[in-house]
C-alpha cells in the first residue's frame, strides 16, 4: 500500500511513509545533513515531502497503466477458458 506520510509533532508517525523513504534517500545521497537543521526547517522539509508524496500517489493513482501479455492469465483461467493471444494494456483510475 502506498502511504504518503504524517507527522506526530516533527516526527514521523509512519516508518515505512513514502514521505520517509524520500527523506531517508536525500540524506543518504547526502543532499541533507539533518545535524545542520533547527527543528522548525526539519518539520517544514517534511511537510514538504508529504506533499510530494501525496502528490505522486495520486498522479499515480489516476495515471496508472497495467499491462500484461495474455500467455501471464492462462494459468488462472478456468479449464475451457482461453484468453486472446496480443497484449492488452488496462487504464483508468485506481479506487
Known sequence: MLV???LSG???AQP???ARALEEEMVTAGIIVLDD?????TEQRRKTFIAMAKAIIRHLKDNHE???AAGDLGALGNPGE????AAKTLT????
Request: glycine share 8%; proline share 12%; hydrophobic share 40%.
Open 4 to 6: 504518503p506520510g504524517s
Open 10 to 12: 516533527t516526527n514521523w
Open 16 to 18: 515505512l511513509s513514502m
Open 37 to 41: 537543521e533547527t527543528p522548525d526547517a
Open 66 to 68: 497495467l499491462a500484461f
Open 82 to 85: 482461453s484468453f486472446p493471444a
Open 92 to 95: 483508468g483510475k485506481i479506487r
